[in-house]
């Protein structure tokens, strides 16, 4: 069976915040031409003028749909023979400014260094829905492939013109048109001078096949490396303008809470500082971080306080409230469960409680906002530049073309920089002040008034027949998500279900989203059953598993590990997950060693074998696995965002505990590279494994089966 | 003006007009423009905001700029010599040890104080002098091996 799966569009899940309208770009031709000087521009535009990208919005089916093939980006050979990529998508670590600019140098034939992109700018880049979902690579490398390619052939073509000759005979490499019949050559830059040639495309795929990649498929280091480690690289929190002015707003002390009366006299009294109140809006600007800060500080405001759920009940609250209509959309079902059950050989019930979890990016939400003639510039570490400045347009009742969002390269994200928070205070203050104002959330903030990953229940039911195959699978997760929540494994007989819960704290997307917690359910009951049916657990997946790119990866975690391995010493234990989620496959296998006496548990040392397709980068892509692995470790082993009476618990580094040095394992990454298959992207998937493996592997250890997350945020004891 | 501080810093010397209170973070990153030392939590805790004073690392979100008179200090900023980086700076950018890299000036910065009192650390050393540094990027690893390789190479010019 060939089980290569091509079409893996995002599932647009709930906790993916919707894609925003669809908008035209608006940078007439001749200004750009005027932007960028004279030269060879591509532009890629959709059939009908719509820049119809990434899943649309609405469409929420359970299965995965085809993407449209309505794509815009663009690129520019300038006269200095210096090509400029632009495209909407945003850098925050993870590498895309690199592998995008590997794409276009590779298919436009043109070295590496050659080539600069101009990213997340909503007056400069193509409308684009947002950086999420791992969508980057799957879109935009065969987008850029298409347009550069595209260029390529505009440049033999003035050749050709020039020489008089057939353009089928000439060939490109190396920034230059050649003749191979007449030895002559021109250069990229000789060819653009003096041009405004641009060009329309249909979109086609003409794209030069992995297996033919020059640029594309090395291991280059990060662009503008120099400048991050010398400390000049200007996030939005490093942005300073002319007489800009800092700015602070006034939270409420519990979730819910409603302003009843402000006195605003002392701050008011205080030098250089302006109070903003506009409704429930209370905010403050003044020359100094610090002296905001006191300002807002000596506000007095009273607050009226509504009952909350606390964490301490949240998993039976999620439970007791789920939505009692069952909505076909989030149910797949296939053959009958009750059938399967009595015909299994063994049955097994669990259920999985997991915690809400902060993204915690180390540049907190921060937003510059500077308005000129009623026209209003952001600069803001936002995920979603374009639905930022449509939120921005209609927060302010002004026009979308009189707002412009620029993302500079941002201090992480993973998933937690959707909302456009940040810039709406920066945006209200300037207003107010009349000067650009800059607001950066304080950590506290961060951890408070950020959004989170959802909390969740998830209820499995199995069964499985004496030889140890599935005959039966049940699967209901609560509140936390969709993504990867259909089982990989071959069971004939199947009920799959999300059950809606309304929000108890603010929520949204992380990176992986649900499949974290799903594949810990599924992962966590997929052991247990190996244990019942006294199969390794490595034989018993196989047993059950027919897709070939997730045997692959098993095998190759499992080799490089040296599964199975012996017990050498005292509370040593391994352990092993797998998983497939948005065009890639994970397997993790995972060792720990727990002090029976102290309760003290160590992760020693972490396998992760990883094939997302053909690689474009593998030095960017061995960063986000290993990454994934050790950001994983914190929600799998002691993180989660503790609540009460509305307020956050824990909203500090000392007492919301991240991975530090010392949790971090040996880790290797095990990269396949399947140049046969289109790259998918790798920002999310290999985080989604380490999890159970780690659970699996304390199982081991101890006898003790762990079915929350986090594990053991309070170390393990034996029972 | 009542405040009249001054710190000297990267070896030359800055008049500061911020409140004397002011944490020296905002004084280096805000009035002074140097932007390369972070703000990731305020409270001393993620390491994003190390500067060295007098050579010893310190995090410069937990000291009043008043308390920060009387020893230069250095920034990210003065690391590079000439036009020349740091070798702590060129370990980092050659094993890529950095993804989102707003931990990264920290992370040099808490290095080279490391690498002041101890030339040749262990793993272990390493471990327990960074554990103040957090990265949620997950470059650990390749942070342990670019202070590694700069203590190589340190050592070996200065032999």
């Known amino acids: ?719 | 003006m009542a405040n009249s501080l001054e710190i000297e810093v990267n070896g030359k010397r800055y008049a500061v007009s911020y409140p004397p209170d002011t944490p020296l973070l905002y004084a280096l990153h805000d009035e002074l423009g140097l932007t390369g030392t972070k703000y990731g939590c305020g409270e001393g805790q993620c390491g994003a905001c190390t500067v060295l004073i007098g050579g010893a690392p310190r995090r410069s979100c937990q000291i009043p700029v008043s308390a920060a008179t009387a020893k230069p200090i250095t920034t990210i900023e003065g690391l590079e010599k000439d036009g020349k980086l740091h070798p702590l700076q060129q370990a980092f950018l050659d094993a890529g040890a950095f993804q989102c890299a707003f931990c990264t000036s920290g992370m040099v910065m808490s290095s080279v104080g490391l690498l002041q009192t101890n030339a040749n650390p262990k793993r272990e050393d390493i471990l327990q002098f960074l554990q103040g540094n957090i990265c949620r990027c997950g470059t650990h690893p390749r942070v342990i091996e670019a202070v590694q390789h700069a203590a190589r190479m340190m050592l070996e010019r200065a032999r």
Not at chain 1, 362 to 382: C, F, I, N, S
Not at chain 1, 549 to 566: C, D, H, I, N
Request: glycine fraction near 8%; proline fraction near 6%.
């Open chain 1, 1 to 719: 069976m060939n089980t290569v799966r091509q079409s893996f569009a995002a599932e647009p899940e709930r906790f993916e915040f919707g894609a925003a309208p669809l908008h035209k770009f608006d940078l007439a031709r001749r200004e750009f031409f005027k932007l960028l000087g004279a030269g060879v521009a591509v532009f890629v535009v959709a059939k009908d003028a719509l820049a119809a990208q990434e899943t649309p919005p609405g469409s929420r089916s359970f299965h995965n749909e085809e993407l449209p093939k309505e794509i815009t980006s663009w690129l520019h050979v300038g006269e200095d023979g210096v090509v400029t990529g632009f495209t909407g998508k945003a850098e925050m670590g993870q590498n895309i400014r690199t592998s995008i600019s590997q794409t276009i140098a590779d298919e436009l034939r043109v070295p590496f260094e050659s080539v600069r992109l101009v990213m997340a700018d909503t007056s400069l880049t193509p409308f684009d829905a947002g950086t999420f979902g791992s969508r980057t690579t799957p879109t935009m490398t065969p987008q850029f492939r298409r347009v550069a390619e595209a260029a390529r052939n505009l440049l033999i073509g003035v050749a050709a013109k020039e020489w008089n000759v057939a353009p089928e005979g000439l060939v490109a490499a190396d920034a230059k048109v050649t003749d191979p019949a007449s030895k002559r050559s021109f250069s990229y830059a000789e060819l653009a001078r003096g041009k405004t040639l641009a060009q329309n495309l249909p979109a086609e795929d003409p794209v030069t096949p992995a297996t033919e990649w020059k640029v594309a498929g090395k291991p280059l280091p990060k662009v503008d490396g120099r400048a991050f480690v010398t400390g000049s690289h200007q996030y939005t929190s490093d942005i300073r303008l002319e007489g800009m002015l800092y700015g602070k707003v006034l939270r409420s002390p519990s979730f819910g809470a409603t302003l009843t009366s402000v006195d605003d006299s002392a701050p008011k009294a205080m030098s250089g500082v302006t109070v903003v109140r506009d409704g429930d809006f209370v905010g403050v600007t003044a020359p100094s971080v610090h002296e905001a800060q006191k300002a807002l500080d000596a506000i007095r405001a009273q607050w009226k306080e509504v009952p909350q759920v606390s964490s301490k009940e949240i998993f039976s609250y999620l439970k007791k409230n789920a939505e009692p209509s069952s909505n076909e959309r989030f149910r797949h079902q296939k053959g009958s469960v009750e059938e399967g059950l009595a015909a299994a050989a063994h049955r097994l019930e669990t259920t999985h409680n997991v915690a809400y979890i902060a993204h915690a990016p180390l540049e907190p939400r921060a937003a510059l906002a500077q308005w000129t003639d009623g026209k209003l510039t952001v600069w803001t570490g936002t995920q979603r530049p374009f639905a930022n400045r449509d939120e921005l347009a209609s927060v302010f009742h002004i026009p979308e073309s009189s707002v412009r969002v620029i993302v500079p390269d941002t201090g992480a994200a993973y998933g937690g920089k959707h909302t456009s928070d940040a810039a709406i205070e920066a945006a209200r203050l300037a207003r107010a002040a009349g000067k650009p104002v800059k607001v950066v959330w304080t950590r506290e903030e961060e951890f408070t008034w950020a959004y989170f990953r959802p909390a969740g229940v998830i209820e499995v039911k199995s069964g499985i027949s004496r030889d140890g195959k599935l005959t039966a699978w049940e699967f209901h997760n609560y509140h936390s998500g969709m993504s990867g929540i259909e089982t990989p494994y071959d069971v004939a007989n199947q009920h799959t279900e999300y059950h809606q819960v309304p929000l108890v704290l603010r929520s949204g997307s992380y990176r992986g989203l649900a499949a974290t917690a799903n594949h810990f359910a599924r992962e966590t009951h997929m052991d247990a059953l190996a244990h019942v049916a006294q199969i390794d657990p490595l034989e018993f997946r196989l047993k059950n598993l027919s897709d070939v790119r997730m045997r692959s990866v098993l095998e190759a975690v499992a080799k490089s590990f040296g599964w199975p391995r012996k017990k050498t010493q005292e509370g040593q234990g391994f352990g092993l997950a797998c998983g497939f989620e948005k065009g890639s496959y994970v397997a993790t296998c995972a060792e720990v060693a727990v002090n029976h006496a102290s309760g003290d548990v160590r992760v020693i040392r972490v396998v992760e074998a990883f094939e997302c397709g053909a690689i474009v980068n593998p030095d960017g892509l061995r960063n986000q696995v290993v990454g994934a692995v050790i950001q994983g470790l914190g929600g799998a082993l002691f993180e989660a965002v503790e609540f009460e009476n509305g307020r956050i618990t824990n909203p500090h580094f000392a007492a919301y505990r991240v991975p530090r040095f010392r949790d971090v394992p040996k880790i290797e990454a095990v990269l396949l590279d399947r140049k046969d298959i289109p790259s998918a992207g790798a920002g999310e998937t290999p985080i989604m494994a380490i999890a159970p493996a780690v659970g699996n592997a304390l199982f081991d250890a101890t006898g003790i089966r762990l079915n929350n997350l986090p594990l053991v945020p309070n170390g393990l004891r034996a029972a």
